[in-house]
């Protein structure tokens, strides 16, 4: 089955240490996407990627890094620069074309910092 | 700037039509993008706009007016299983996309 997955679904951390977030697809899709959901509210885009090697900062990237190496993984690193780390974490992909490239996402990641 | 607007909380009844309003002011327009999100999960797409007009999909539908920035989506014959968070997104330049806050509709039995 092609899908995008996301792990771990519960992550605890302690102040001040860095925690990746793993990224993966199989559907081919050339760009990948890190959003952050807070309560209550909408995504916040972290960072983004159009193509292997390359990335973007988003609306929210400080405190945050990412890299592309292969074309289905797509990790987040959460630095202790982050000042405001607990929150949900999404991953998305999508073909990369123009026209409906709806984005797929994955099941998501919570990160609590304790 | 980017700015997406929509209503953060609707109610409507089992059975009744409900639409959700989007408003947006965005660097670039190449489409917008209605998803449904359930609490604790991931947004899943129900629609794509990118000509002015509505699209029909079974019971939702979903309007788009460039000119006026705005967009809405239609729920008709609501069931219970629609109580959810209903978001609003923009690609804007490239593969960039801009989300709104969020809907989020109850359905009242």
């Known amino acids: 089955d092609g899908g995008i997955t996301q792990s771990p679904k519960y992550l605890f951390r302690k102040e001040g240490q860095n925690v990746t977030l793993s990224c993966e697809q199989n559907?081919?899709?050339?760009?990948m996407y890190w959003y952050r959901q807070d309560p209550g509210q909408g995504l916040r885009l972290i960072y983004y990627s159009q193509i292997v090697n390359d990335f973007q900062k988003g609306d929210i990237a400080e405190g945050y890094s990412v890299s592309r190496e292969k074309k289905e993984s797509f990790p987040l690193t959460v630095t202790s620069a982050q000042k405001n780390p607990t929150a949900f974490y999404l991953c998305?992909?999508?073909?990369?074309?123009?026209?409906?490239?709806?984005?797929?996402f994955g099941p998501g990641t919570r990160l609590t910092v304790l | 700037g980017q700015n997406i607007d929509q209503p953060t909380e609707m109610t409507a009844t089992e059975g009744a039509i409900v639409q959700i309003n989007c408003t947006y002011q965005t660097s670039g327009f190449n489409g917008l993008f209605w998803y449904q999100q359930h609490a604790g999960e991931a947004p899943t797409f129900l629609s794509y706009n990118v000509l002015d007009g509505l699209e029909e999909k079974g019971r939702f539908s979903s309007f788009l007016s460039r000119s006026k920035g705005y967009s809405y989506l239609l729920l008709k014959e609501l069931q219970m299983k629609d109580s959810a968070s209903y978001l609003c997104?923009?690609?804007?330049?490239?593969?960039?996309?801009?989300f709104g806050p969020g809907t989020r509709l109850s359905v009242l039995p």
């Open positions: 559907l081919n899709h050339d760009a």
């Open positions: 998305a992909s999508s073909i990369g074309a123009s026209g409906n490239v709806e984005q797929f």
């Open positions: 997104a923009v690609r804007d330049h490239g593969q960039n996309f801009v």
